[in-house]
């Protein structure tokens, strides 16, 4: 698994930015998150997709975003968008995706510890 997050860049408070995760090895992995980070503090937990076992996903999120961002899957179910909009200048970070083929209990998808595979990051910048 080789994870690659892209899509970062600038925008203007409430804006919309898609961020992609991809997987060069094309694996499936049935949890992948989305954390972000600034320098000098943790890894925050964004949100995740993770598979329910029964063939369908189920998508998780912090409070911080709930109800502006918003993770999906394309068609073969391995490449993860997170599709940001009205975003504010706390959403300043680096954003991270991770990925595991495991399928951690709710409570803990928010663990930096539960994923396996990590991407590079990408920048995205909200300022006016």
């Known amino acids: 698994v080789q994870l690659q997050a892209s899509g970062g860049g600038s925008v203007q408070p409430g804006g919309s930015l898609r961020l992609s995760c991809a997987d060069s090895g094309r694996t499936f992995s049935s949890t992948v998150a989305w954390f972000r980070q600034i320098p000098g503090k943790e890894r925050e937990f964004v949100g995740a997709s993770r598979w329910n076992g029964g063939g369908a996903f189920n998508e998780y999120y912090a409070n911080s975003v709930k109800g502006r961002f918003t993770i999906s899957r394309d068609s073969a179910k391995i490449t993860v968008y997170l599709q940001m909009s009205s975003l504010k200048p706390g959403d300043t970070a680096v954003y991270y995706c991770?990925?595991?083929?495991?399928?951690?209990?709710?409570?803990?998808?928010?663990?930096?510890?539960?994923?396996?595979?990590w991407g590079q990051g990408t920048l995205v910048t909200v300022s006016s």
């Open positions: 991770a990925a595991t083929s495991r399928r951690p209990v709710v409570s803990v998808l928010s663990n930096v510890d539960m994923y396996d595979y």
